[in-house]
């Protein structure tokens, strides 16, 4: 199963971007990339996923590099609500199914 | 939809009692996972069903956990007898099958003492 690295922590100044990275250098040919966040004391939830493209939402945007070895996930104009763990996550096969396996994430901070 | 309802939102139990979480995934989602986080091992996937059927369930720590889905509308994942270390968030999260998104509860925080 292919695996991410992501720093454990990032800071963020309240309206600047925030660039968050992932390394996933053994990613198969036909695996996706998917972000999901977690704010304290809630479950995680789905923020955006991509292939080989760069992919764009209401939430952020995903830049996956030519080789596909890393990403970034931008959030363009972080807020203070953007304060949560960001995982990145690269999608296995379970026997017949799929399901998300989550590492240990980025817990961003934004501050005013 | 009001989302994937998972009851109680907390639960204190005694050690050596048993402990019952339950789920209502969203209408229509034929997948349903099982995951608990801690601090020192994150988000943990337990089991998961497909269409109310065990797909995988590699990740149940021990015999004392099981989990049930007797139909699409409810899922139960029950330890008995529960034990200290047992104390976690415990999620449950549903799909539909052809969407990549996961959608996951508002979790159940379980503390045995």
């Known amino acids: 199963d292919a695996k991410t690295t992501q720093p454990p922590s990032m800071d963020c100044a309240e309206g600047r971007a925030a660039n968050l990275p992932c390394n996933h250098s053994?990613?198969?040919?036909?695996?996706?990339v998917y972000w999901y966040r977690q704010i304290h004391s809630q479950g995680p939830q789905y923020i955006i996923h991509?292939?080989?493209n760069n992919e764009t939402n209401e939430m952020a945007s995903l830049i996956i590099t030519e080789d596909r070895k890393s990403s970034t996930l931008i959030l363009p104009h972080a807020t203070l609500r953007d304060t949560a763990v960001y995982y990145c996550?690269?999608?296995?096969?379970?026997?017949?199914?799929?399901?998300?396996?989550f590492g240990k994430g980025t817990t961003l901070s934004v501050s005013s | 939809d009001a989302g994937v309802i998972q009851s109680p939102r907390h639960e204190v139990t005694e050690m050596g009692q048993e402990v019952t979480l339950r789920c209502k995934p969203i209408?229509?989602?034929?997948?349903l996972f099982w995951y608990r986080q801690t601090m020192m091992r994150g988000l943990e996937l337990l089991i998961y069903?497909?269409?109310?059927?065990?797909?995988?369930d590699s990740g149940m720590p021990e015999d004392r956990f099981s989990a049930k889905m007797p139909n699409a509308s409810f899922s139960t994942l029950k330890i008995q007898p529960s034990e200290p270390r047992d104390s976690a968030v415990y999620f449950c999260?549903?799909?539909?099958?052809?969407?990549?998104?996961?959608?996951f509860g508002q979790g159940t925080r379980l503390t045995v003492v």
């Open positions: 996550i690269v999608r296995v096969a379970t026997q017949a199914g799929t399901a998300l396996i």
């Open positions: 053994t990613i198969s040919g036909n695996e996706y």
């Open positions: 991509g292939l080989k």
């Open positions: 209408s229509g989602h034929d997948y």
């Open positions: 069903f497909n269409n109310n059927v065990p797909i995988d």
């Open positions: 999260a549903t799909k539909r099958g052809s969407s990549t998104e996961a959608f």
